[in-house]
């Protein structure tokens, strides 16, 4: 803005009387409220598991289950401090549920997902429906639905959660209720969602609202089902230059992302895959593996990590080696090549594709 003569200091008098009535000049202000590129305070970060894990654990000798209501390590973007958020609309956190505890039951308007990293056999309830989780399940809470979680196992049970916190938060939305139970009473024996809608196919007389909402029919997405999915798309697909080989969780109700404000993928990068493609801007972050990720657990943990990116941001590539920590400005446009098969299990904001998808374009982001 090319000011001319005594503007400026006619302006200065302007704004400092008309700043006891909240009166700000958008001309001021413009150039920083609609940005020709996206700009994030978010920074691109990892996590070494390991580390958390053992905080964790230590949180787990002094602190219980029922005592926290839900016992987690938040993962906090360092460009977000205080605001308990992984990305500008993502909340990621690690929770542990130890043998014999019981995490109880409640419901709140945020919508949440978790993949399961290690244990085995302890379950998520959902409006009275158990799902008995495995390591790599995605399993799913939509909002205002009843939830618990118990560890009926002699191990402990750690899983990755994602929520929208940050986006309830912007929209003043947030409620949350205890049903004053630990448990939900159960209202249908486990697995019977993924029996009946978990193939593809659902019931010819459409009885789900007997116990679970009929927008919402699915809540557990197992590893053994989709990552047979994924390797059998690998071996019969065309690879896809920015996200190798991936595939969408879908909510089966309407053939879309599996709730509202979060969708979640996974993605097979094969050895010396290397990313060419510049990615749209959204706000995501990942977990994932390196090498042939196999049906136990013991063997795969040190190979974790956790990672957010800021994918409006453009600069060096993220140093991958394992357990480091490293903060790291996102590549949109690329990503290192690896020596092994990895697989990445994503959480993203379900972004508002269609006013974005041509600016996108545009700017050479697909
Ligand atoms: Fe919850």
């Known amino acids: 803005m090319t000011l001319v003569n005594d503007q400026r200091a006619q302006l200065e008098?302007?704004?400092?009387?008309?700043?006891?009535?909240?009166?700000?000049?958008?001309?001021?202000?413009?150039?920083?409220?609609?940005?020709?590129?996206?700009?994030?305070?978010?920074?691109?970060?990892?996590?070494?598991?390991?580390?958390?894990?053992?905080?964790?654990?230590?949180?787990?000798?002094?602190?219980?289950?029922?005592?926290?209501?839900?016992?987690?390590?938040?993962?906090?973007?360092?460009?977000?401090?205080?605001?308990?958020?992984?990305?500008?609309?993502?909340?990621?956190?690690?929770?542990?549920?130890?043998p014999g505890e019981i995490a109880p039951s409640h419901r709140h308007t945020q919508c949440a997902l978790r993949f399961v990293i290690e244990g085995s056999g302890a379950f998520t309830s959902v409006g009275g429906e158990k799902a008995v989780m495995n390591p790599f399940d995605l399993v799913l809470t939509p909002g205002w639905e009843w939830h618990d979680h118990g560890n009926p196992t002699d191990t402990p049970m750690i899983w990755l959660d994602g929520l929208d916190i940050p986006t309830v938060r912007h929209?003043?939305?947030?409620?949350?209720?205890?049903?004053?139970?630990?448990?939900?009473p159960e209202t249908a024996p486990p697995g019977a969602s993924?029996?009946?809608?978990?193939?593809?196919?659902?019931?010819?007389?459409?009885?789900?609202?007997?116990?679970?909402p009929a927008h919402q029919p699915l809540f557990h997405y197992p590893y053994a089902q989709?990552?047979?999915?994924?390797?059998?798309?690998?071996?019969?697909?065309?690879?896809?230059?920015?996200?190798?080989?991936?595939?969408?969780?879908?909510?089966?109700?309407?053939?879309?992302?599996?709730?509202?404000?979060?969708s979640a993928h996974v993605r097979?990068?094969?050895?010396?895959?290397?990313?060419?493609?510049?990615?749209?801007?959204?706000?995501?972050?990942?977990?994932?593996?390196?090498?042939?990720?196999?049906?136990?657990?013991?063997s795969v943990r040190s190979r974790l990590a956790i990672a957010t990116s800021s994918l409006s941001r453009r600069g060096r590539n993220c140093d991958w080696r394992r357990g480091r920590i490293s903060s790291c400005s996102a590549?949109?446009?690329?990503s290192p090549s690896r020596n092994s098969d990895s697989i990445?299990?994503?959480?993203?904001?379900?972004?508002?594709?269609?006013?974005?998808?041509?600016?996108?374009?545009?700017?050479?982001?697909?």
Not at 194 to 212: E, F, K, S
Not at 331 to 334: A, G, W
Request: proline share 7%; glycine share 6%; with cysteine.
């Open 194 to 212: 993924i029996a009946t809608y978990g193939h593809n196919m659902r019931p010819m007389r459409g009885h789900v609202a007997d116990y679970r």
């Open 13 to 98: 008098e302007l704004y400092e009387e008309m700043a006891p009535s909240h009166l700000t000049p958008l001309w001021e202000l413009l150039s920083q409220l609609v940005l020709p590129q996206p700009r994030s305070p978010a920074v691109s970060h990892r996590w070494n598991y390991d580390d958390a894990r053992s905080y964790l654990l230590r949180a787990g000798d002094i602190i219980s289950a029922e005592q926290a209501e839900r016992r987690v390590l938040i993962l906090e973007n360092p460009g977000l401090e205080g605001l308990s958020a992984i990305t500008p609309s993502l909340y990621a956190g690690l929770q542990l549920i130890l």
């Open 331 to 334: 590549s949109p446009t690329r």
């Open 226 to 262: 989709w990552r047979p999915a994924l390797d059998a798309m690998a071996a019969s697909a065309t690879i896809d230059p920015h996200l190798g080989h991936a595939l969408e969780f879908l909510n089966p109700a309407d053939g879309g992302a599996i709730m509202d404000t979060i």
């Open 268 to 298: 097979l990068l094969p050895a010396g895959f290397t990313s060419s493609r510049a990615a749209r801007p959204t706000a995501r972050f990942s977990s994932w593996l390196r090498g042939k990720v196999p049906h136990g657990w013991a």
């Open 344 to 366: 990445r299990r994503n959480v993203r904001d379900r972004d508002f594709r269609t006013p974005t998808a041509s600016a996108c374009q545009d700017h050479g982001r697909t």
């Open 171 to 184: 929209f003043d939305a947030s409620f949350a209720e205890h049903l004053g139970e630990k448990v939900h």
